[in-house]
């Protein structure tokens, strides 16, 4: 009979030893969450940051500044006017409004995430205040020469 006793305190024990051992996986795999739930929030923080450090390309800003260009002389013709006389004007404007959109000093510092984003705001900008402009100073041009 003692032998059966002793098995039955050997199985108690393994059991016993089980449901511990299966508590400390749960606190375990609890923290291992825990754990991956905050990395996963520090890495989306650091791909933010990323995206924000790290900017366009030399190669992405002379794209921009030929699409600018580009803009420039399609306004330009759209509206009758010279690209030699009013293009700058244009220009001007563009890369002020893209700079003022992305709160940036120089185009070198525009992130590289937004750079479809840009391209995108360049080739659809278009101003009329600016072809007003241009017109009334063509007029007041035109009234002195007369």
């Known amino acids: 009979m003692t032998q059966n006793n002793n098995a039955l305190v050997t ?10 051992n299966n508590q ?20 989306k923080k650091l791909e933010k940051l990323t995206e924000q450090k ?15 260009q580009a803009r420039s002389a ?3 013709d ?7 006389e009013h293009g700058e004007t244009f220009r001007r404007a563009i890369w002020r409004d893209l700079k003022t959109q992305y709160a940036i000093d ?12 840009a391209a995108a705001l360049v080739d659809g ?11 009334e100073r063509m007029k007041s041009n035109a009234d002195a020469a007369d």
């Open 78 to 84: 759209k509206h009758g006017f010279l690209y030699t």
């Open 74 to 76: 399609a306004l330009c």
């Open 106 to 117: 120089d185009i070198h510092d525009l992130p590289a995430a937004y750079f479809d984003l």
């Open 54 to 68: 790290v900017t366009i390309s030399g190669k992405q800003a002379k794209a921009l500044q030929k699409r600018v």
């Open 11 to 20: 199985l108690e024990q393994l059991t016993r030893q089980q449901d511990y």
């Open 125 to 135: 900008w278009t101003s009329y205040s600016i072809v007003r402009r241009i017109r």
């Open 24 to 43: 400390q996986m749960s606190l375990f795999l609890q923290q291992l969450g825990g754990y991956m739930s905050a990395m996963e929030q520090r890495i």
